[in-house]
């Protein structure tokens, strides 16, 4: 007979399932993870091969080398300190939660250039869409991808970016019509399972509008 021991109570499949965001404010280069030291005025860091984490985000660099200035961070004579990626650059996001998607990746444009007009963001992204008048990125219809290539196309000098994760399955979206006396269990990656297949392992319970981390024993 299977044994299933609690591990973790979480308040509700809404809270437990909930958004995550996170920021990157290339202004702030002691606020990265890895930290990196304000270069001086009119000066840049390379970033061509670093990464950037923050939370269960993660964000890559890889220069083009098409010309002789690749992705870095630079200290502006107008605005501060930015990223920026020039032409054929390539900005990686990549989530490590196991059960969740990047569901949108929207820029805060640098205002550095702004008068000559020299500030838009641009890319090219390897999945979804990126929106240049809104300068957001989101993914195809049905798409739940975790990790996305955006090649710049010519310059772009981004201020901020913010990543939007969610949930893999939607299992929020079935708490309703869960029945409270019947439980429903969902693997580690948001695939539900029929409880005549439950093998020992680590489970979400949904039960009613409540979840539950179990661990299924011998």
Known sequence: MK????????????????????????????????????????????????????????????????????????????????????????????????????????FTMSLSGAASGSNDINFVPSTGTYNWAEEIWTPGDGSRDKSIDLVSAEQSRISKMTVTLDDISGIRDVAAASSADAAVYYNMLGKRVETTQLVPGVYIRVKGNESRKVVIGR
Not at 100 to 106: D, M, T
């Open 3 to 106: 044994r299933i021991i609690l591990i973790a109570s979480l308040l509700a499949v809404c809270n437990a399932y909930a958004e995550q965001t996170v920021t990157f404010d290339f202004s702030d280069t002691m606020s990265l993870n890895p930290s990196i030291n304000e270069p001086g005025l009119k000066s840049g860091v390379d970033l061509d091969g670093y990464k950037f984490t923050e939370g269960d985000v993660t964000i890559e660099f890889t220069a083009s080398h098409l010309g002789n200035t690749s992705v870095r961070l630079y200290h502006s004579y107008d605005a501060g300190v930015d990223l920026r990626l020039y032409d054929g650059d390539v900005m990686t996001v990549t989530t490590t939660a196991d059960a969740q998607y990047i569901k949108s990746i929207k």
